[in-house]
């Protein structure tokens, strides 16, 4: 099995600062990587697939890069509603894995 | 829209079943897998299997080959996730999430999660 290795497991941050989270496939992936968002209680949300491309209704703060083994996802400038959990997910092959996540917390 | 809706929460004991259902709506039900994931409490999320509603094909994950059945009901566009021999560290919210098509097989759209809850 593919194994997604994702870091920071959590970072704080300030309103208006830049993030990125990264993402490390054990093997190539192409570009077959998407992002998620959860919020306690809640259910992940599919912010990005196909490595860059948005899902319809993400803000364009959002945004996706990399290829092969290596992937980033950034948050231009953190909002209020952007304070979650995200994590990656290989969909690659079978079995899907995901990323351990990366919680992202108000500083 | 698509949506698709879970049944309830579950208490079962050690040893016992579960069987979680997923019902879809507002789409062509054949059209698209179905993934289940769970998430332990304050754990992160995890894998479990997809079946596809087309002709039932499987994948599931290593670690629950052997207790893990995934079934679909076309006549009511509902997807089953049964697990079976339950532990404590099963204790879980399931989820049911739809491929979203395309060129991607990421996870559009997503039940509203089970809790389940295994203890003696």
């Known amino acids: 099995a593919i194994q997604m290795t994702q870091s920071p497991s959590s970072l704080s941050a300030s309103v208006g600062d830049r993030v990125t989270i990264t993402c490390r496939a054990s093997?190539?992936?192409?570009?077959?990587l998407g992002w998620y968002q959860q919020k306690p209680g809640k259910a992940p949300k599919l912010l990005i697939y196909?490595?860059?491309i948005l899902q319809s209704g993400v803000p364009s703060r959002f945004s996706g890069s990399g290829s092969g083994t290596d992937f980033t996802l950034t948050i231009s400038s953190l909002q209020p509603e952007d304070f979650a959990t995200y994590y990656c997910?290989?969909?690659?092959?079978?079995?899907?894995?995901f990323g351990q996540g990366t919680k992202v917390e108000i500083k | 829209q698509a949506q698709l809706v879970q049944s309830g929460v579950e208490v079962k004991r050690p040893g016992a079943s579960v069987k979680v259902s997923c019902k879809a709506s507002?789409?062509?039900?054949?059209?698209?897998?179905i993934s289940w994931v769970r998430q332990a409490p304050g754990q992160g999320l995890e894998w479990m299997g997809w079946?596809?509603?087309?002709?039932?094909?499987?994948y599931y994950a290593q670690k629950f080959q052997g207790r893990v059945t995934m079934t679909t009901d076309t006549s009511t566009s509902t997807v089953y996730m049964e697990l079976t021999s339950l532990i404590s560290d099963d204790t879980a919210v399931y989820y049911c999430?739809?491929?979203?098509?395309?060129?991607?097989?990421?996870?559009?759209?997503w039940g509203q999660g089970t809790l389940v809850t295994v203890s003696s």
């Open positions: 999430a739809r491929d979203q098509g395309g060129v991607s097989r990421n996870f559009e759209y």
């Open positions: 507002g789409y062509t039900f054949a059209s698209y897998g």
């Open positions: 079946i596809s509603t087309y002709n039932t094909n499987t």
């Open positions: 093997q190539g992936i192409s570009n077959d």
């Open positions: 196909a490595t860059s």
């Open positions: 997910l290989q969909d690659y092959n079978y079995p899907r894995t």
